[in-house]
């Protein structure tokens, strides 16, 4: 989900190696979690700004961002995590999640991923640097056209954090099969427009869930239950009742939804 702007905690212990060498799966190495404080701290990535409106833009995830540093770096000292609106606190807390999981299903996700002509970060650490990274573009996106719809967006998102319940039942109806068909094309859509790294989460999810390690399931449980409550955050603060107003956004320029 791309960042949202301005217009729980994670189930796993900050758990350092001192820099052992380690297996993959059982703990996050120091070069991992530095790799991941260095690489939020310096995002979004410094662009060239063609209107006021875009700088704002970059300005607002620069400080939601910085919000997430402070949050990543409390956590991996052990420290009381700071104060932040809880939908930045959600997605600090859904990278730590998803870096578990990564971390869990490596190996499946070499094997998943080693006859696809497309880089596959090296490590865990890099991996999820490279989604955090596309997730940070995505929200400060300089194509010439784009459109904030807030009730579709909405119903999005209160469905995403549905969606993990509904896969659970064991019996489907014929409707609930069409509506999740019909979320994952509109997923789909969402993704690749606003985020350039989505490809690597998609692959890291389908690798994690096709994994029959129960240990990585747990990881994906843990995961999907962040995500459900950072979509039903993303989701409230787009609820009709809030009046948030559409607008679509021509070469850099803000324009009223018509």
Known sequence: MPLMVKSAIAT?????????????????????????????DGLPPV???RTEFEYQIWVETK?????????????????????????????????????????????????FTKSLKMYIPPSPGEYICKVIEGNSISSISLTDYWEFKPRKLYEWSSFSSKL???????????????????????????????NRDWGLWYLAMLAATLSKSPDVKERLRSYDATRRKLSSAYSASLHPRKGVKGFSVVKGHRKAAS
């Open 12 to 40: 796993s212990p900050p758990q350092i190696s001192g820099g052992q060498p380690m297996k993959y799966g059982s703990t996050m190495q120091n070069t991992d979690y530095q790799l991941m404080l260095q690489t939020v």
């Open 47 to 49: 662009v060239h700004f």
């Open 63 to 111: 400080e939601a961002y910085q919000d997430i540093h402070a949050y990543l770096k409390a956590y991996f000292s052990g420290q009381k995590v700071p104060s932040i609106p809880q939908e930045n606190k959600l997605l600090a807390q859904s990278y730590i999640e998803f870096y578990w999981l990564i971390q869990e299903a490596w190996e499946e996700i070499l094997e």
């Open 164 to 194: 993990p319940l509904l896969r659970a039942k064991p019996n489907l109806t014929k409707k609930e099969e069409l509506k999740i068909k019909q979320h994952e094309i509109e997923s789909r859509k969402i993704f690749s427009e606003f």
